[in-house]
């Protein structure tokens, strides 16, 4: 059974800087391809970054140069490096592994083929 956990959520000014997490278990891929969501009230599920099982990554233009994707193999986690927080990035944020490779950050979240975590709440005050 796969199972997500992110963590790292919280809340900032405007400029700070988050870390989120995602321990992941259970994956049946040697290498991993996963990603970052994010979904604002009453708004879509929109892609922010991902990363393929080739090493290749893909970032939102709202978040390019801001935010990094990174994975630790060794630890089963996925990283999102989030720096000069905008109030525009307030959401939950989700992590999710594809059920097959490659895994797309768009434009539409598709989230039947993928494995997803409980989300982690980012709130960014100006």
């Known amino acids: 059974q796969v199972q997500l956990v992110e963590s790292g959520g919280g809340s900032v000014q405007a400029g700070g800087t988050l870390r989120l997490s995602c321990a992941h278990s259970?994956?049946?891929?040697?290498?991993?391809?996963m990603g970052w969501f994010r979904q604002a009230a009453g708004k879509e599920r929109e892609g922010v970054a991902v990363?393929?099982?080739?090493?290749?990554?893909t970032y939102a233009d709202s978040v390019k140069g801001r935010f990094t994707i990174s994975t630790d193999n060794a630890k089963n986690t996925l990283y999102l490096q989030m720096n000069n927080l905008k109030p525009e990035d307030t959401a939950m944020y989700y992590c999710?592994?594809?059920?097959?490779?490659?895994?797309?950050?768009?434009?539409?979240?598709?989230?039947?083929?993928?494995?997803w975590g409980q989300g982690t709440q980012v709130t960014v005050s100006s």
């Open positions: 990363m393929n099982n080739d090493g290749s990554t």
């Open positions: 259970g994956y049946p891929y040697s290498r991993d391809c």
């Open positions: 999710a592994a594809a059920l097959w490779c490659p895994i797309e950050l768009g434009p539409r979240v598709t989230t039947g083929d993928k494995y």
